[in-house]
T-cell receptor, first 112, second 111 residues
Framework: KQEVTQIPAALSVPEGENLVLNCSFT??????LQWFRQDPGKGLTSLLL?????REQTSGRLNASLDKSSGRSTLYIAASQPGDSATYLC???????????FGAGTILRVKS | DVKVTQSSRYLVKRTGEKVFLECVQD?????MFWYRQDPGLGLRLIYF???????EKGDIPEGYSVSREKKERFSLILESASTNQTSMYLC??????????FGPGTRLLVL
């Protein structure tokens, strides 16, 4: 059964710092991995989707990498801003391809 | 832009009431999902549907049922609400293996 772990559970950084969020998964037979953002009391917003054939994806100040063989993904946020404060979740396909298995998330706080 | 809407942002119900949560998407996605999100437990899949009138149980289907009579609409039904169903309910839709798009969520309180 696929399990997804995210480290750290929470992170507090000063504005402008570059940071890395980590995601690991137990079954490496995945065909993609997604990173989502969730603001308090809101739904999830898709940030990046990495296909298994890709090693990384970039969107603005966000860069996500995927290493299937080691069962890891990282989300790199450059020059963090207070507006980046949110919970970041990673997810991989589960037993049925369309079903996602989510990590518990990393709560990020960027202090101004 | 893909839009997924949920019928209510906040809902307060009494134990034993029948509760309907509605989700509508406007992008002709064949897949639709219902999750619940609880502190410390993360997102857990309740049910999903890959076509009209088709449904599959997720990880925690007990106490819930679903209905998908039209492609754009996926309803979650709590036949007899209980206090342990107090939670944040999130609906999502997707096309094939592509990313899932989430609605804003419904925060349900069962008294």
């Amino acid at each position: 059964k696929q399990e997804v772990t995210q480290i750290p559970a929470a992170l507090s950084v000063p504005e402008g710092e570059n940071l890395v969020l980590n995601c690991s998964f137990t079954d490496s037979a995945i065909y993609n991995l997604q990173w989502f953002r969730q603001d308090p009391g809101k739904g999830l917003t898709s940030l990046l989707l990495i296909q298994s054939s890709q090693r990384e994806q970039t969107s603005g100040r966000l860069n996500a990498s995927l290493d299937k063989s080691s069962g890891r993904s990282t989300l790199y946020i450059a020059a963090s801003q207070p507006g980046d404060s949110a919970t970041y979740l990673c997810a991989v396909p589960g037993e049925y391809g369309n079903k996602l298995v989510f990590g518990a998330g990393t709560i990020l706080r960027v202090k101004s | 832009d893909v839009k997924v809407t949920q019928s209510s942002r906040y809902l307060v119900k009494r134990t034993g009431e029948k509760v309907f949560l509605e989700c509508v998407q406007d992008m002709d996605h064949e897949n639709m999902f219902w999750y619940r999100q609880d502190p410390g437990l993360g997102l857990r899949l309740i049910y999903f549907s890959y076509d009209v009138k088709m449904k599959e149980k997720g990880d925690i289907p007990e106490g819930y049922s679903v209905s998908r009579e039209k492609k754009e609409r996926f309803s979650l039904i709590l036949e007899s609400a209980s206090t342990n169903q107090t939670s944040m309910y999130l609906c999502a839709s997707s096309y094939g293996d592509e990313t899932q798009y989430f609605g804003p969520g419904t925060r349900l309180l069962v008294l």
